[in-house]
């Protein structure tokens, strides 16, 4: 589909692509990847390569890590692969999966992740161990 | 353009905020009562918060030709003390007669307590005994699905809540389905760091589309910004939204669900 001659009546900045989606209600015209790549790839290059030299300066510092670090790797191993709904994957991998309310909330905030086993590391475990 | 900010803690903000908001074109903002950063020790402490909420706020925002409304409860963080969330929830109902009040909000979980849940229970119990709209929060981060699981059950376990007079906030790509599935609103919260960012918001629109939805900005004393929802307009525009939708989302679809409640007036085109 070549893509790069329509745009948007009277708005040249705005690209917008003929592949339409049906959601109740209205046509949502969805970006090509070439537009999605356009608008976006820049912010993606940049967060990797923030979430790279985090990991430098994590590895330089002296002392010991907490869980989060084992955490935030779990959740990027979901970014590898085609498979989709990645974000939710992740937002999942660092979730507390348990069901019943904790006896006392002591004034402690989220951290960002959760400290004890997800499904998802524990499926990650089997799969290693022989 | 023109939206609505249906979720600011505007008594942290500046005028300067207001004052952007209202050249940004917002016509209505609404206004959750919230934790303030530090526990308060007295019912009178709320007392005097739910006033500010409910007489000082408006007459501020109405500087800047925008109106406000506000959501009263004692805020999930503010759980754990029994003795003084019961000194509390006895207050409430006074402020919810007030005519710029919409219902009952943010209520819901923080760290998904038990004592958070019995809070909740009561403030779910007052909205129904005096028919107002909920206005749920989510717990943060790692608490989130857990937190909006037990939300959701305990809400739908009470016959006299109407999904549609319920909004879920801060759902994110784990959340959404679930609450949007159940019949309730979910809002999205434009956070530039702990919620979601435009790019993900428009995301979710893109796969679940922009019926019983709405964005806010929930500008606080923390790293927030208000303009969220405007600017978060303005990537829908990029993303090739129309015009049409794009009003959709950020004035109609809080205006279709905030005039459940009769108090809410839509503002004068
Ligand atoms: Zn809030």
């Excluded at chain 2, 109902?93 to 038990?114: C, D, Q, T, W, Y």
């Excluded at chain 2, 129904?128 to 857990?146: C, G, N, R, S, Y």
């Excluded at chain 2, 679930?178 to 918001?201: I, Q």
């Amino acid at each position: 589909m070549d893509v790069s001659s329509i745009f948007k009546e009277g708005n040249a900045c705005f690209p917008v692509c003929k592949m339409e989606r049906y959601i109740v209600g209205f046509v949502l015209e969805l970006m090509t990847r070439q537009q999605v790549l356009d608008l976006y790839f820049m912010e993606a290059r940049s967060k990797v390569l923030d979430l790279a030299a985090f990991l430098d300066r994590v590895d330089r510092a002296e002392g010991k890590e907490d869980f989060r670090l084992n955490a935030l790797r779990h959740a990027m191993s979901h970014l590898q692969g085609r498979q989709l709904r990645r974000a939710e994957k992740v937002l999942l991998s660092l979730s507390d999966p348990s069901s019943l309310p904790i006896e006392r909330a002591l004034g402690q905030g989220a951290c960002g992740a959760w400290s004890g086993p997800t499904p998802d590391r524990q499926r990650k475990k089997k799969s290693k161990s022989p | 353009m023109r939206y609505i900010e249906p979720h600011g803690h505007m008594v942290s903000r500046t005028t300067d905020d207001y004052h952007d908001m209202a050249t940004a074109g917002c016509q209505v903002v609404c206004e959750p009562a919230f934790w303030a950063g530090f526990d308060r020790n007295s019912a009178a402490g709320f007392y005097d918060y739910f006033s500010q909420l409910t007489e000082q706020e408006p007459k501020r925002a109405a500087r800047y030709g925008i109106q406000h409304y506000s959501w009263i409860c004692l805020n999930p963080k503010e759980s754990e003390n029994l003795e003084l969330a019961e000194e509390v929830l006895s207050i409430i109902p006074e402020f919810l007669a007030k005519p710029r009040v919409l219902g009952v909000g943010e209520i819901g979980l923080n760290k998904n307590s038990r004592n958070e849940l019995k809070v909740l229970e009561k403030h779910v119990d007052i909205a129904a005994k005096h028919d107002q709209l909920i206005l749920v929060h989510t717990p943060h981060l790692e608490d989130k699905l857990k937190g909006t699981r037990l939300i959701l059950d305990l809400l739908r376990n009470d016959s006299r809540i109407s999904p549609e007079r319920v909004i879920i906030d801060h759902v994110e790509e784990h959340t959404v389905k679930m609450v949007l599935n159940r019949g309730f609103w979910a809002g999205m919260t434009l956070y530039p760091e702990s919620k979601c960012t435009s790019a993900r918001a428009i995301d979710i629109l893109d796969l679940f589309g922009t019926d019983r939805i709405w964005m806010n900005s929930a500008c606080d004393w923390g790293h927030s910004v208000p303009l969220a929802v405007p600017r978060t307009a303005l990537e829908m525009k990029k993303r090739g939204y129309s015009r049409d939708v794009i009003d959709k989302m950020i004035y109609r679809n809080p205006i279709e669900f905030l005039s459940q409640c009769p108090k809410f007036k839509v503002p004068e085109e």
